[in-house]
Nanobody, 115 residues
Framework: QVQLVESGGGLVQPGGSLRLSCAAS????????MGWYRQAPGTQRDFVAT???????MYSDSVKGRSTISRDNVKKTVFLEIKNLKPEDTAVYYC?????????WGKGTPVTVSS
């Protein structure tokens, strides 16, 4: 079955950085667009970044300029690096795989930005 497993979350101080990973199994990874979303308590899930099967990237305004999404098709893993973290980056970060209307989600990894 399809599994997306996020890792790399945790407690980070403001101004710090982190790198999230999402390992996929059960899909032909290189055919899927991969994305990162986040959901803070009491809010809706919001788009963060996406990378197409061809490697094109797009970012939300909230992380543009301090975030990099990348993928390793051999390891079937997508990464999200965010620098200069802010308290408002605190959320559960989710990974999504999408292709032609099919969507799969991971269970999320929590990130807390606090001193």
């Amino acid at each position: 079955q399809v599994q997306l497993v996020e890792s790399g979350g945790g407690l980070v101080q403001p101004g710090g950085s982190l790198r999230l990973s999402c390992a996929a199994s059960g899909i032909t990874f290189n055919m899927y667009a991969m994305g990162w979303y986040r959901q803070a308590p009491g809010t809706q899930r919001d788009f963060v970044a996406t990378i197409t099967s061809g490697g094109s990237t797009m970012y939300s305004d909230s992380v543009k300029g301090r975030s990099t999404i990348s993928r390793d098709n051999v390891k079937k893993t997508v990464f999200l690096e965010i620098k200069n973290l802010k308290p408002e980056d605190t959320a559960v970060y989710y990974c999504k795989a999408a292709k032609y209307g099919l969507e799969y989600w991971g269970k999320g990894t929590p990130v807390t930005v606090s001193s």
